[in-house]
Antibody
């Protein structure tokens, strides 16, 4: 069974930083592109970032480019999202998602971790 | 960015009846090479993450009941839930995976 478990969320002041982690199991992590998708309470999902299976290629939404960094450790089956210069509008649940067949369809989602940016 | 617009925002359907949700993209998401539209549908129940239902506009994900069906091509798509069950109460989202950034519709809430 595919499992994705996020951690690292919490409350932070504007301008602060957080590092999210996602531990994967039940599949060959190193074979899949992975994504972060966020969802503000009561809103639709918004794609944030993706990383190639071998970690050599990354892509970001314009809203987070230059502030967020996606990375992975295939030996640990773990995906990361380093978030710097956080803003109030970054407040959301952050989901780790698996990419189905390198199509950018999200076939498995974690339960999410909540990031709250507030003074 | 490709804008995905769903209609209606919410609908109330009786048990056993049909629910129809529409999704329109601001530009075509038809992928000539595959002869398919890069459109997916997700279901999100309260307190849960979204769950993939359909991809390539009409292909059901493994394990998804056959009362869920997708149709459409190009810019106009429909998710149909036949014989609505109580467990189908959720918010449904469409998503295009044709071009970066991958974008979702605003969601359609289905109630009984």
């Amino acid at each position: 069974e595919v499992q994705l478990v996020e951690s690292g969320g919490g409350s932070v002041q504007p301008g602060g930083s957080l590092r999210l982690s996602c531990t994967a199991s039940g599949f060959t992590f190193s074979s899949y592109w992975m994504h972060w998708v966020r969802q503000a309470p009561g809103r639709g999902p918004v794609w944030v970032s993706r990383i190639r299976s071998d970690g050599t290629t990354t892509t970001y939404a314009d809203s987070v480019k230059g502030r967020f960094t996606i990375s992975r450790d295939n030996a640990k089956s773990t995906l990361y999202l380093q978030m710097n210069s956080l803003r109030a509008e970054d407040t959301a649940f952050y989901y780790c998602t698996r990419d189905w067949d390198s199509t950018n369809v999200f076939d498995n989602w974690g339960q999410g971790t909540l990031v709250t940016v507030s003074s | 960015d490709i804008v995905m617009t769903q209609s209606p925002d919410s609908l109330t359907v009786s048990l056993g009846e049909r629910a129809t949700i529409n999704c329109k993209s601001s530009q075509s998401v038809f992928y000539d090479f595959r002869k398919k539209s890069n459109l997916a549908w997700y279901q999100q129940k309260p307190g849960q993450p979204p769950k993939l239902l359909i991809y390539w506009a009409s292909t059901r994900e493994s394990g998804v009941p056959d009362r869920f069906s997708g149709s459409g091509s190009g810019t106009d798509f429909t998710l149909t839930i036949n014989s609505l069950q109580a467990e189908d109460v959720a918010i449904y989202y469409c998503q295009q995976y044709y071009d970066i950034p991958w974008t979702f519709g605003q969601g359609t809430k289905v109630e009984i």
